[in-house]
């Protein structure tokens, strides 16, 4: 689940240059002929686990968010967010009820990120704060990160505007799924979406207790996944005291 989404052309590298490296450390040839071939492999092989270490440690750091303050959020996102039956308190409930924040709960069960076209259709152009947890469903499905991709573009497209923050959660990702991450880290950068690691998300589904099969949150599970969104979004919220009723928004 913690699989790095670098850039095709850079797993193309490192693969290349590791099998040098380790055919020249493995031959059977005198070392006066190949050790300063073997030396120079050997150096540049550990430039690059350096090099791609420090750069994937930088996306594991949670963002200083910055941005225009906003006394709501809005969230588009699946079961996740919009609870299965298995809490009676979503998450983003659990977050107005800790801070007296508004949030507009858009997300729906079972929804991918074609899903989330619509979501973003209601989202109003006072929203200056909108979390994006999607993307779940269609790992599991197993579809096309093509299909994923133009999903998001269009998302990513509709919500980005002058004086709005867009934050989405980053998706863990198992080898075969790395594309997926690919297209969000690429996203991301092109609109100017603030990413929460994914280590944020595995950590809250890994709690014990937190979810009810390993996905689906439990009240324990909400209360961890509202105090984690807090903590990230604090520097963007307006903090109210005293909680409001569940905001929704048709």
């Known amino acids: 689940m913690a699989c790095p989404p670098f850039p095709w052309g850079i797993d193309v590298l490192f693969g290349l240059v590791f099998l040098v490296w380790f055919s020249s ?3 059977r040839q005198s070392k006066r002929r190949s050790g300063g071939f073997g030396t120079a492999i050997t150096a540049v092989f550990v430039l690059l686990l350096l090099c791609l270490s420090t750069i994937e440690f930088v996306h594991r750091q949670v963002p200083t968010i910055t941005g225009q303050k906003s ?30 924040i508004e949030v507009i709960n858009l ?10 076209i619509a979501m973003a259709a209601h989202v109003a152009p006072e929203d200056h704060l909108v979390l994006i947890e999607l993307g ?8 096309p990160s093509s299909d994923f991709e133009r999903a998001l573009g269009t998302v990513t497209a509709k919500l980005a505007a002058p004086g709005r923050t867009l934050v989405m959660f980053e998706l863990p990702l198992m080898p075969q799924m790395v594309s997926y991450g690919q297209v969000q880290r690429r996203l991301a950068k092109k609109y100017g979406i603030w990413l929460i690691p994914k280590r944020c998300l595995a950590r809250v589904l ?8 390993g996905l689906h949150l439990t009240d324990i599970g909400a209360r961890r996944m509202a105090t984690l969104v807090v903590e990230v979004l604090a520097p963007v919220l307006k903090v109210q005291s005293g909680a409001t009723s569940p905001a929704t928004r048709p």
């Open 25 to 27: 450390t493995n031959r």
């Open 71 to 100: 006394d709501h959020l809005v969230v588009i996102g699946d079961s996740i967010s919009a609870g299965l039956g298995v809490t009676p308190h979503p998450w983003p409930d659990v977050m107005r009820e800790m801070t007296g």
């Open 107 to 116: 997300s729906k069960p079972g929804a991918t990120m074609k899903d989330g």
């Open 136 to 143: 779940g469903n269609d790992l599991i499905s197993g579809g």
């Open 206 to 213: 890994s709690t014990k207790d937190a979810t009810s099969d």
